[in-house]
């Protein structure tokens, strides 16, 4: 039997592949092994870290908590004083407007609106002696639906208005 030397040369690289193949898996292998190891160190690690982070934020807990005790409830006390104190200044503004700031009632500000437009006018004429122009002038008045809640005001002054010029005459 003779053997062939393409197929010994096949068979060297063939066993040259096979080598080169399983220093390769070996190779791999340790790569794994080192990343496996990598990994529960990351991991131990991240636990020791974690374990660490916790016992901190118990320990500021427990600090805070002993201040708060030392201080006895300093935001408890500032929440109520803040509090009453918004209460009085709101009951002090409430005095202020009820004292200074009253809004007038309907009837008030109507007669003002309408002493303010028409007395000037009233005067001149009555100094004048024209007082039939003023008389009318105030029925006339006292028919605009506006001056309704005046009503008793203007008869009044028309009144006056009729006294007067009775007297004058």
């Known amino acids: 039997m003779e053997t062939n030397p393409t197929n010994e040369e096949r068979i060297a690289g063939l066993e040259k592949s096979l080598q080169t193949?399983?220093?390769?898996?070996?190779?791999?292998?340790?790569?794994?092994?080192?990343l496996?190891?990598?990994?529960?160190?990351?991991?131990?690690?991240?636990?020791?870290?974690?374990k660490q982070l916790r016992d901190e934020r118990f320990q500021m807990q427990h600090d805070y908590e002993q201040l708060r005790v030392q201080k006895g409830g300093f935001g408890m006390k500032m929440l109520t004083l803040s509090g009453f104190l918004g209460f009085l200044?709101?009951?002090?503004?409430?005095?202020?407007?009820?004292?200074?700031?009253?809004?007038?009632?309907?009837?008030t500000a109507a007669f003002e609106h309408f002493r303010n437009a028409h007395l000037f006018n009233y005067e001149r004429a009555i100094s004048a002696g024209k007082f039939?122009?003023?008389?009318?002038?105030?029925?006339?008045?006292?028919?605009?639906?506006?001056?309704?809640?005046?009503?008793p005001e203007l008869e009044?002054?028309?009144?006056?208005?009729?006294?007067?010029?009775?007297?004058?005459?």
């Open 21 to 34: 193949a399983q220093e390769a898996a070996q190779k791999y292998k340790q790569d794994l092994e080192k």
């Open 89 to 107: 200044s709101g009951l002090l503004l409430c005095v202020v407007y009820l004292v200074f700031l009253r809004p007038k009632p309907d009837h």
């Open 36 to 50: 496996r190891q990598q990994y529960a160190d990351d991991l131990f690690t991240e636990r020791q870290q974690g």
């Open 132 to 151: 039939d122009e003023v008389e009318q002038n105030l029925q006339q008045n006292i028919e605009i639906p506006e001056n309704k809640i005046i009503r």
């Open 156 to 169: 009044f002054a028309k009144k006056i208005v009729g006294a007067a010029k009775r007297r004058c005459e």
